[in-house]
């Protein structure tokens, strides 16, 4: 142990401890009394002579003269009125390093897959200011994730912060698995926020695999921990990111998802006595997002691009929280439903979909070219329904006829196995023979 950890430890022990006593216990919250702290300091409930076994961690969210409420990091069995609250006068802190890379670890930092963590790992809180927006990187480089779709027509650079929206069960999970084994960042962190259990072995097997775990840092925190846990897991995910990006590291960041985040934060806001403002939301909510969401980017040395997955509720891409987080991030992409009973893999809706630094991180000639596969797109949509009931007659619209006859093209590129691989060099290449095969006709 150096000796600057060694003063600080000898510092935390010499630290005075402050007691109190918990007085109410309803719900997901407890009430402590007689114990002075602050937002978010850890408490340690019981552990002493009133309890048996290990203390139960608890996270203040709230303060109000000597009462202090607090959300458990675990289970409040065997926690009541007289227990003792002690504080620990600080916030929740993680260790990051070099080390992660290729770990499982639990909402709280600690690891899941049977080892220690290594040596060497620096402790540090999970709470950290964004970088200031004049020291910010540019976003002007583009970050290939293997997906042919969004590397041509939805494009992302290295310090990006991009929403993938859709309902349930549209392939958001398999989409993740296959930017995680095909992107071109450097490490790549993956926060499953409430995630089902079972699903969460399925991801690190299945889709994940070996090959896509060696270089990754996986955060899971799954529905039935308590709500403090899935809320810590996203701000983990990301310090553990921000380590490796102040490395001088170019980090891709997925979050699956920010609804359940933001389902979480509800939790705590109204157990903490906050009313709800918006469909059962409370202001808190709307507070945190940006809060987080915003210390991915770029910094003084390397950057985050972060893919933050929106699960929409009832395919409603206007409700509170995907409104905000469309408001927050540097673009979109929606999977649509339809497409996804249709078999068509993955169910990206390119016309739905926007990234707002494509112009910085694609060419002019790129650019020219996934603007006329849009137009394409978009003249195909204005006809598909008449084209169905035989209603269409060819030649009245020329650009529509070119669409059409590209469609099966473009409906193969847009196409692609979970195991397939591409590079943004090749998707550009295919999209541009696709383009080709049919010229336009002259007007």
Known sequence: MSVTARIAELAAIGQP???GQVSKVVGLSVTVSGLSCRIG???ELGGDASTDGAPTMAEVVAVDGP???????????????????????APLRIRVGAGLRGRVLDGLGRPLDGSKLPAGLTEVTVEQPPPPAMLRLPVDRPLSVGVRAIDTLTPVGRGQRLGIFAGSG??????????????????????????RGREVREFLDKDLGAEGLRNAVVVVATSDQPPMVRLRAAFVATRIAEWFRDAGQDVLLLMDSVTRLATAQREIGLSAGEPPASRGYPPSVFAMMPRLLERAGGGQAGTITGLYTVLVEGEDHNEP???????????????????????????????????RVSSSVTRPDQQQLARQIRQLLAARRDVKE???????VSGTNARADRALAL????????????????????AWA??????????AVAA
């Open 17 to 19: 401890r402050r007691y």
């Open 41 to 43: 300091e850890l408490i």
């Open 67 to 89: 009462v202090a409420t607090c959300l458990p990091l675990g289970e409040l069995n065997g926690i009541g009125t007289g227990v003792t609250a002690t504080s620990t006068g």
């Open 170 to 195: 549209v392939g958001k999970s398999s989409l993740l698995s296959m930017i995680t084994r095909g992107t071109s960042a450097q490490l790549t962190v993956v926060a499953l926020i409430g995630e």
């Open 321 to 355: 929280v995907a409104d905000t987080a469309r408001s927050i991030l540097d673009g979109h992409i929606v999977l649509d439903r339809r497409l996804a009973t249709a078999g068509h893999f993955p169910s990206i809706e390119v016309l739905d979909s926007v990234s």
């Open 386 to 392: 008449l084209v169905e009931i035989g209603a269409y």
């Open 407 to 426: 469609w099966p093209a473009l409906e193969a590129f847009l196409q692609q196995d979970m195991a397939e691989r591409s590079t943004a060099e090749s």
């Open 430 to 439: 295919d999209l541009a023979t696709v383009l080709a095969s049919i010229p």
